[in-house]
């Protein structure tokens, strides 16, 4: 809906007004009208500010707010101003949070600022509490859009400032948990926030129960800093009360429904569930809760919605819905509901090939799916996207290369392993789409071609549920894994330090002086891992070619294949003891299987012709044992 030009008149003229007036009671006048144009449920609200955009009216306002000895009449108003504009619309609170407003909010929110003077009178006492207020409302609203205002309040002493008024019960509670939660849901400051001030104050606010709304962000924010963690005693000890409050906020959400007093984001709800079944205990007591039959009926309620009115907010819900469920199902019990469930199969092999879904929200039915199926399958078998016809998914693996398996927020360093290795002549699989960008089937060809994958180690990585299913494929696939420590402040924990046990960690953490060193160790340790490997000295003519890699990186095929097929029956007994097989040589022997017969046995992998030879004919008890041996032959 536009604006009638008697409308646009009407902003415009407040807009001059503020930008020259001289006095308090013209600021004021101004600032309030324009605030008045803004409410929440105006169908005018959204032109109306973006004519504000356009005439400088956050700017202008600023100005105000932040000018020396500004009168509280001025200041008050000004913040309410930009707190309403900021709300719900990302490009207001982008500009505000450009616009220095929210370094004079952080200022004003500061302890110091805390208490008024001693000698104010009971009006000045209710306006600087007023102003205290408003600034928490502004900072609060423009945090949760999607901006860099988190960098300028984790710069300043405002988190100990927050908690303090949190445990002191001064001011909005709710509104000062509700800043901490905003600035959980940014991975980049988690870490700031995983300080025991911070941790302790968010537990006493879900213990205390005080304000249910309060309650429910504190839970969010704890899932989210928390989830992953293994043995953290907040976390252990509030388990089931955070478990209570989230799936009990995110079902009236889903209704369409306040809980409690309060309304929350069903994505950043999803978002917590998923984070809080990132260990086993807690996988399992959101299953027993009811979390999976929740979280399926809830994507689709969205996808029903989703496809009468394609709206792009609908496609979020699913692609978060969807990560909480493919998080939860690396527990057995959960995915066994999942597999029991009437309608949850049918709903995720839709949802993973409706291209008219964002490809995040694809991608993570596609995770949940494979973990469905189980991902001990090779991927020829095991189709986690059914578009083979898609230019993506031609992406082909080459017949071995070093894999590069990580986390998006870390790609600047793993693109400088992946250039070192390729002027050493290496050929190098990376995917550089911060991994929704390349299928499941793509990630499993990969693997499965790796004669060694190389794993940037970071908590980054242990969370995210794609990384999980990559790096446990790997393990499943009996592909040697090398840990590429990526932050030094993390230790592997969890699945992640389970998987990766007690192998040599190289050191990648520290800046671009100490990378050739670890180079050098990391293409050692790629030597004694696979015999397959030729490690050239770097060549300029290689790196110049790898500056700007494809989607997913890979270089020329390997010639391991016509390696092998040219081994002796003798040779491929070697091969076997080498591999640590030798139970298994005796019927290779006795059959006289030369490297040509292990070559045509290859081929016949995934038919019920290798499955006979190996188990009825060979009498080898694992197929596993036959299908990895060529990749983990150690050369002598």
Known sequence: ????????????????????????????????????????????????????LQLGVIEATTALLIEPGQSLFVVVPALMLLGRVSLHNHDCANRVAQSGAIEEACRLMDRSMRDPLPTASEQDVDNHNARRREAARLVMHVLSEENEAYKVVLQTDLLSSITQDIRDRHGAVAVQ??????????????????????????????QQDVEKYGVVSAACSLALLLGHEDSHSALTLLSDTLVHNLLKAFQATVRGESFEGGWYNAPKLAEALGALAGTQPNAEALGNAGAVEMLVSAMSSAYTKFKSSNCIERSEDIGSIANALWSLSFADANKARLQKHPDAATLLNAVSVDDTLERCARRNASGVLWELRGATTPAQQHPAHPHPNNDEDKRQAT??????????????????????????????????????????EAMAQAVEAASVVCIGVSRQY????????????????????????LDSSYTPDGWLGALLGSQLWIDFSNDSQTLDKSIEILLTHIGKVTSSTKISPPTQSVCSQQHQPHSVVAVTKSSVLEHFSTWTVDEVGDWLDRAALSNCKEPFVRNRVCGRALSALRKTMGTPQFRQIVLDDFKVPSVADIVEGHLQWHSS
């Open 399 to 440: 017949d071995t290369h070093i894999m590069l398996s990580y986390s998006w927020t870390q790609q600047d360093v793993m693109l400088r392993v992946y250039q070192a290795l390729t002027e050493h002549g290496l050929t190098v699989w990376m995917d550089v789409d911060q991994m929704s960008g390349s299928t499941l």
């Open 462 to 485: 242990k969370e995210s549920v794609a990384c999980r299913t990559e790096a446990e494929y790997a393990y499943v696939m009996r592909r040697p894994c090398i840990p590429l420590i």
């Open 177 to 206: 948990v509700a800043i901490l939660s905003h600035l959980a849901s940014r991975s980049q400051a988690r870490t700031a926030l995983r300080v025991p001030d911070v941790i302790d104050t968010l537990a006493g606010v879900v």
């Open 1 to 52: 809906m536009g604006l009638s030009e008697e409308q646009k008149d009407e902003v415009t003229q407040l807009a001059q007004t503020l930008t020259r007036a001289d006095d308090v009671a013209e600021c004021y006048e101004a600032i309030n009208g324009l605030y008045w144009l803004c409410l929440p449920n105006n169908p005018l609200r959204l032109p109306r500010e973006e004519l504000m």
